[in-house]
């Protein structure tokens, strides 16, 4: 195999290991802000490196070009930013030596370190970076030793060493010990090695090291062995990827059609998004499958025989990727347009049926870039333009927009759906940009917000323990109840929310919520808080099966 | 500037935090974010009180304020060549607000970051 062609397969397989390991990855997260989002953030990084690879020429130096432009502009959250460093720094080095044996490897990986460790002041030990530090000190043992060693011998060193360094992450960084967990930007890297390894001498990615504390996704797998890669057993011709927006009670309809049309099925996720992966000869069979159960997303189709072309083909004909949506009434002009980031069907419909004209697919743990939030903008029919990131996290990139277009554009910070909601009551399509973004952050400043949703591991917090499993009942100012139902979990929330000044109580369903729990909730209030109306809406957005307004 | 310092309640009296001793753990906080490789004077922060602290002392680049009794804080940064300042600039606003409320357990109103120069480390 070619350094081209071990480029190009490093960075696919990279992608699909990190997919199918994302869940499991974000659950080690809790360093340096337990946000869960690790794994995701590394994903989407890869994700738009291989975008760039699809349009990179078949040239050694254009290929690593691609990896370190597709890096740097797509990536996402801390982790993907170390990581669009750590790529830099390797492809520098096989781009100017021109390929890659065992003394290239170890200078690869030392660049790699020592371009992460530049780009921070105080480095932190017990975090992605000692694992890269580690493994390229190994590497450069090994030529050391004996300086004809070949790629796969001084890989090997790198990376069982890289595991040990792992490993001992919780002894160099206690959070990580006190969560019972190794680091998660680590352990992504370590994948990364254990996916090289794979592409050039064929070893199979074994599962990543988790530690005790983390909740093990293994039980949602439905095929166990899988064919990482289609370089094996398979038979069939293409392989189908893609993230399905569905309701879980969907998904066994959904694997049985899969069963039917091919192999190497892996359904994993829940809470609302799975990650897909099947290889088949019917293409369209296995996307119809998932329209029929929710919305997929980031398709993507290979052809295992000859992938480039076809590939190309499928995925703008499938139009994989686009993840604007845009309803019927966006097409008519306005003076100034809203462009909301939102996830769940429920909650999108509301959205458009205020009058937002561009949604922008995107949440916790799922921040839009500032690429997408652009199209977006650029794509509504109106030269002002209100953002509604509708997430503390998504505020920031929103606020990158308008240095990047024509257009004017202005963000109403709101921090959830609910004051996402509150705000659109005062828009005015007619009206200016600076005007409705005034009127609408004042509305919006009124609303208080409050989320249920499930712990995913055991924690402290300042009302007490919290187990996994427990639901957590949370106000813009952190945690403040915990409970083991949802439905006494929204109520106590409410309970110390609501006050007899507030009017009105919006409700917005999720994925988790229940009629006979949204009773509970609407017969609490009409007892507790007789002055206050409900209004109960079905939002569909993942992970929170409760969202509340209260104004 | 408000210099009264910001106030935790307790039932054995009050606790007051210096904005001083805020700005030296945002020091401390920025300095350990991906991505930022040095504090800056320049901009705004060179009017106010950071403007006394030496270079290289943590606390340097930081502007605390008390907005009714939540901490509001101004962080001027210099970022590394060839990373995506969007990402830098939101992964220092989450590390910092969190470290702030996690070691002072006062409430965090609003952290700016302000991108004053980016340096080629290599």
Same mark, same amino acid.
């Given at each position: 195999m070619s350094e081209l062609e071990t480029v190009r397969a490093l960075a696919r397989g990279a992608l699909d290991s990190l997919e199918l390991s994302r869940e499991r990855i974000d659950d080690l997260n809790? /360093? +340096?802000? +337990?946000? $869960?989002d690790t794994g995701t953030n590394m994903s989407l990084t890869l994700g738009s490196v291989c975008d760039e690879l699809r349009e990179a020429e078949d040239d050694l130096a254009a290929v690593c070009k691609a990896v370190s432009r597709g890096s740097l502009m797509g990536a996402r959250g801390n982790s993907g930013v170390i990581l669009s460093q750590i790529l830099r720094g390797f492809v520098g080095v096989v781009a100017e030596s021109g390929g890659l044996d065992g003394s290239g490897l170890a200078r690869a990986l030392r660049a790699a370190a020592d371009a992460a460790y530049q780009a921070v002041m105080r480095p932190v030990e017990g975090t992605i970076l000692t694992v890269v530090r580690e493994s390229a000190e190994a590497a450069e043992e090994t030529v050391a030793a004996d300086p004809s060693s070949d790629l796969l011998s001084v890989l090997v060193a790198a990376r069982d060493r890289g595991d040990k360094a792992l490993a001992r992450t919780p002894e160099l960084l206690p959070v990580l010990a006190e969560a019972g967990v190794v680091d998660a930007g680590g352990t992504g890297y370590l994948l990364l090695l254990d996916v090289l390894l794979h592409v050039i001498d064929g070893r199979p990615v074994p599962e990543p090291r988790v530690g005790e504390g983390a909740v093990r996704a293994d039980a949602r797998l439905v095929h166990a062995a899988v064919d990482e890669h289609g370089d094996g057993s398979s038979e069939l011709r293409y392989e189908v990827m893609y993230f399905l927006e569905a309701p879980d009670e969907a998904i066994p309809a959904f694997k049985d059609v899969w069963a039917g049309i091919g192999d190497s099925i892996v359904v994993v996720g829940g809470d609302g998004l799975w990650n897909c992966h099947i290889h088949t000869d019917d293409i369209g069979a296995a996307v119809e499958a998932a329209v029929d159960a929710g919305r997929p997303r980031k398709i993507r189709v290979t052809d295992l025989a000859e992938q480039v072309e076809e590939e190309r083909w499928v995925r703008e004909a499938t139009g994989a990727g686009d993840v604007v949506d845009f309803p019927p009434h966006a097409s008519e002009p306005v003076c100034t347009a809203v462009v909301a980031v939102a996830a769940g069907d429920g909650i999108k419909r509301i959205f458009y049926s205020l009058g937002v004209q561009g949604i922008v697919a995107g949440g916790q743990s799922m921040n839009p870039s500032t690429a997408e939030l652009l199209a977006a903008v650029e794509a509504v029919p109106a030269e002002e333009v209100v953002i509604l990131p509708n997430n503390k996290n998504i505020i920031p990139v929103a606020e990158q927009v308008d240095a990047h277009t024509d257009r004017t554009v202005r963000v109403v910070p709101t921090r959830g759906i609910a004051e996402g909601f509150a705000a659109l009551m005062s828009y005015d399509p007619e009206a200016r940009a600076d005007e409705n973004a005034k009127e609408m952050t004042a509305l919006a400043s009124n609303v208080v917000a409050g989320e249920v949703t499930q712990a995913v591991r055991d924690s402290t917090s300042d009302v007490g323990p919290i187990a996994e499993g427990d639901f957590l009942g949370i106000a813009s100012d952190g945690i403040r109840v915990v409970e083991q139902t949802q439905a006494a979990a929204a109520c106590r929330l409410l309970e110390a929310l609501v006050t007899d000044e507030h009017e009105i109580v919006t409700v917005i369903e999720g994925d988790g919520a229940n009629p006979a729990d949204t009773r509970a909730i609407t017969e609490w209030l009409d007892e507790h808080r007789p002055e206050v109306s409900a209004e109960v809406h079905h $939002? $569909?957005? +993942?992970? /929170? +099966?409760y969202l509340f307004g209260i104004e | 500037v408000d210099e009264s310092g910001l106030t935790i309640p307790s039932d054995l009296g009050r606790i007051t935090v210096s904005p001083a001793a805020i700005a030296q753990i945002v020091g401390r906080v920025a300095a350990e974010?991906?991505?930022?490789?040095g504090m800056s004077l320049r901009g705004a922060a060179r009017e106010r009180v950071t403007q006394l602290l030496p270079k290289g002392r943590p606390g340097r680049g930081v502007v605390v304020r008390n907005v009714d009794g939540a901490v509001a804080l101004e962080l001027h940064v210099v970022v590394a060549y060839g990373l995506n300042l969007a990402e830098v600039a939101a992964t220092v606003r989450s590390q910092v607000g969190y470290e702030v409320e996690r070691l002072t357990g006062l409430p965090v109103a609003s952290v700016d970051v302000h991108i004053q120069d980016v340096k080629r480390t290599a």
């Open positions: 809790v /360093y +340096p802000v +337990p946000d $869960g $939002g $569909g957005q +993942p992970l /929170y +099966p | 974010c991906y991505g930022v490789v």
